[in-house]
């Protein structure tokens, strides 16, 4: 069985202060043996975020990194400075990357591939836009991304990857996907993987639902067969967090 996986993506939100505020807020509401609980953190807000988190079942996560090493990048930050300040996940591909920061699959791919060279779990974001769901086109570009983001990625690592299905149009939109739309498609990503790898890997890997989920979506959304939690933005900044982690 896929241990659930639900994890919050602060974007540009709180400062270092702030996190450790709101971190101290949900620390009681978010523990649960159920599920892996993460924090995907502003770069700034790490270091604090994971000496805060300490002792309890929160991981922190990043919700960016670059694909080099080291060396001539300005404003960057690499994997190895992001595992030795302690954190385990990283977001790669968020639609906001890819709409404002030219963010492209083959960037997402390299990614992937430093994250996994580095062990750092990456939650890979997938999803379409509205005009592509209209067109119908959903399935295709989804396949797409899911396709490039895992070139040269082994089996064993994929299996311990995290996919985030995000439909743009749900996102921060209040809009949420209908547990049917989001279901087929985590199915379909489900599919894609076993075509690229095998049942086995398909079988293990993660795929979280995200845009606009929150504490009344939460529990329809988590139980359906292919959804193995959510990425969370707006509401994983509140107390309503600790209702989403603990869904049941
Ligand atoms: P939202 O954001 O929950 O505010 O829609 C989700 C995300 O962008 O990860």
């Known amino acids: 069985m896929r241990k659930k996986i639900i994890a919050g993506n602060w974007k540009m939100n709180m400062t270092p202060s ?4 709101l971190i101290e807020t949900l620390k009681p509401l978010v523990q649960t043996d159920e599920a892996d609980v993460v924090f995907c953190v502003p770069a700034i807000d790490i270091i604090p975020a994971v000496e805060a ?30 595992t030795d ?9 968020h639609s906001e990357r890819r709409q404002y920061f030219a963010e492209t699959d083959e960037t997402v791919n390299k990614k992937v591939k430093k994250a996994f060279e580095h062990g750092i779990t990456p939650i890979i974001c997938c999803g379409e836009s509205l005009t592509q769901r209209e067109q119908g086109v959903t399935i295709d570009f989804i396949r797409q991304q899911i396709k490039i983001a895992f070139l040269d990625v082994t089996a064993d690592q994929a299996k311990t990857a995290v996919i985030a299905y995000e439909p743009i149009w749900a996102i921060g939109t209040g809009k949420v996907a209908t547990t049917e739309q989001a279901e087929e498609v985590c199915k379909a990503i489900r599919a894609c993987i076993g075509e690229i790898y095998d049942e086995a890997t398909a079988e293990a890997v993660r795929i979280q639902y995200g845009g606009s989920v929150s504490a009344a979506s939460a529990p329809e959304l988590f139980a359906q067969k292919d959804i193995d939690g959510g990425l969370v933005g707006g509401a994983a900044l509140k107390p309503d967090f600790g209702k989403i982690v603990n869904y049941k």
């Not at 702030?18 to 505020?21: Q, W």
């Open 18 to 21: 702030e996190a450790i505020a």
């Open 53 to 82: 988190v300490k002792g309890t079942n929160i991981q922190i996560g990043a919700e960016n990194m670059y694909f080099e090493e080291k060396g001539a990048f300005t404003g960057e930050i690499s994997p190895a400075m992001l």
């Open 85 to 93: 300040a302690g954190v385990k996940y990283v977001i790669i591909g």
